[in-house]
Nanobody, 114 residues
Framework: VQLQASGGGLVQPGGSLRVSCAVS????????MGWYRQGPGKQRELVAT???????TYVGSVKGRFTISRDNAKNMVYLQMNSLKPEDTAVYYC?????????WGQGTLVTVSS
């Protein structure tokens, strides 16, 4: 499985941004997808997950602001981020989980600043 993240950029506080992850390879073996982030001087944290059945989970700090979704026909996973805060600034990584473990894509930088 290969993952390619895109869509990061600079956004003002209160703004919105959507990051995308293109999935290729043995897609049928993927059980769940997730978005992680690593802010400056912080450890990588799990932000959101989505299963093949569409069940989602979120870390508390983004609940109500972020939405993870997937388009199985396009082999894409998205993270819609609304009401962004400076503390959301981080490199965002997509990840895929399966019987082979976890695969990571390269990160995409999201900067929230005025």
């Amino acid at each position: 499985v290969q993952l390619q993240a895109s869509g990061g950029g600079l956004v003002q506080p209160g703004g919105s941004l959507r990051v995308s992850c293109a999935v290729s390879g043995s897609i049928s073996s993927v059980n769940a997808m997730g978005w992680y982030r690593q802010g400056p001087g912080k450890q990588r944290e799990l932000v959101a997950t989505i299963t093949t059945g569409g069940a989602t989970t979120y870390v508390g700090s983004v609940k109500g602001r972020f939405t993870i979704s997937r388009d199985n026909a396009k082999n894409m996973v998205y993270l819609q981020m609304n009401s962004l805060k400076p503390e959301d600034t981080a490199v965002y990584y997509c990840a895929a989980g399966g019987p082979w473990g976890t695969r990571w894509g390269q990160g995409t930088l999201v900067t929230v600043s005025s």
